[in-house]
């Protein structure tokens, strides 16, 4: 199969509600949106990358640039296939969103003409996976309560409340007092903590959270070991996992209990898979993190989740927790879990009228 060109979407989605993280808020999800057009039919891929270098280095209008330099041009003459993909587009350094967006078009694209589900495909377990919801910093503690108690009221099987010096202890305490010992609690950092703040880290400890997610900056794996023998509460890496190279590093170091994966920091869902095998050879359970995904990421990550490690309930939320109408068909919560597609490739497709009407900017690169 060959690759004819790509048509790159750049649409904006409308978030139901502001969502503010230690690096900033977010109004609109800005995304990149791939569409692999070959002979045998065409596939969707998603980019992840936000509209600034804030929580990695990518930046939607760079992973468009590099797709349209490089990527693209990489792939012409290349007989696309689940193992050719990947090699063509690792010869260039890093820009792990932007591969990771084409090689999920390329397989939606493979795996459709071969009838193959993409959960089939990276080896699923399960038809269900089970859903957590990540909650950003909020004004108030009476409006984090009420954010979380409506997610809890959908049947969210567990909470991750974004936190920031100033907005952890607090919060998580009035999330334990409000609504018990039972929720499953987590907390994420993004990168906003030092080793200073070790404290801070160990006041958590009493609340019984499953994790504490990337509490330092991304390169400090020493700085996570370090942590992990002052707090009692696992620690969960999602920044610093850039590989399953680094992934074992970081295990074997003592700085990730836990691991977040999420296929467009690692630059694909093949590579997830390794950080999944990775992790489950040494023991250490993974769940699936997200970007504010369209439903069209969505499908993608849900498929990854149902692979065996994934033990945790991801952040892979319905729909209806990001956008008002998404591109696809919603994601519907069914008693806490989202169902695995079935359709062969990603199993989902963008609606074409919602599409043009989200559309800000199309254009097509020549294969
Ligand atoms: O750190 O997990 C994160 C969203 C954007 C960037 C980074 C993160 C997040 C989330 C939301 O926590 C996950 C989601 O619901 O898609
Ligand atoms: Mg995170």
Redesign the pocket.
């Not at 993190?289 to 995904?293: A, D, K, S």
């Given at each position: 199969m060959r690759l004819d060109g790509v048509e790159l979407y750049r649409i904006a989605m409308p978030l139901v509600s502001p969502?503010r993280?230690s690096f900033g808020v977010q109004t609109t999800r800005d995304v990149l949106l791939v569409r692999a057009v070959t002979g045998e039919g065409d596939g969707w891929g998603e980019c992840v990358a936000?509209s600034a270098p804030l929580?990695s280095a990518e930046y939607v209008d760079a992973a468009a640039d590099v797709i349209i330099r490089f990527l693209v041009p990489a792939l012409a003459g290349v007989d696309l296939d689940v193992t050719t993909v990947r090699p063509a587009l690792d010869r260039f350094k890093g820009h792990s969103m932007a591969k990771a967006a084409v090689e999920m078009a390329v397989l939606d694209v493979v795996l459709r003409a071969r009838g193959v589900p993409l959960a089939a495909h990276l080896g699923a377990v399960r038809t269900t996976v089970d859903c957590g919801?990540?909650v950003g910093v909020m004004d108030t503690v009476p409006e984090l309560l009420d954010a979380v108690g409506g997610y809890l009221d959908e049947g969210y099987k567990r909470i991750?409340l974004?936190i920031e010096p100033g907005w952890d202890v607090e919060p998580v305490r009035a999330v334990r007092e409000r609504f018990g010992d039972d929720v499953a609690l987590q907390v994420?950092a993004?990168t906003a903590y030092t080793l200073a703040d070790v404290a801070t880290m160990v006041a958590l400890d009493p609340f019984d959270l499953l994790l504490i997610?990337?509490p330092l900056p991304e390169d400090d794996l020493l700085g996570h070991a370090e942590l992990a023998k002052q707090v009692d509460t696992p620690i969960c890496l999602?920044e610093s996992i850039t590989s399953a190279n680094v992934a074992r590093a970081a295990i074997e170091l003592g700085a990730a209990q836990i691991v977040?994966i999420k296929a467009g920091r690692v630059g694909g869902y093949l590579s997830a898979v390794e950080v999944h095998d990775a992790c489950a050879s040494r023991g250490i359970p993974v769940w699936c993190?997200?970007?504010?995904?369209t439903g069209l990421g969505r499908a993608a990550n849900v498929a990854l989740a149902a692979m065996p490690n994934f033990t945790l309930p991801g952040?892979t939320?319905a729909s209806r927790?990001?956008f008002a109408r998404d591109v696809t068909e919603p994601f519907e919560l069914v008693n806490g879990t989202l169902a695995v597609p079935t359709e062969p490739g990603i199993g989902v497709r963008p609606h074409p009228d919602v599409l043009a009407e989200l559309t800000e900017d199309k254009r097509w690169i020549p294969g």
């Open positions: 969502f993280t936000m929580y919801v990540s991750k974004k994420d993004n997610e990337q999602d977040n993190g997200g970007m504010l995904e952040d939320s927790r990001y």
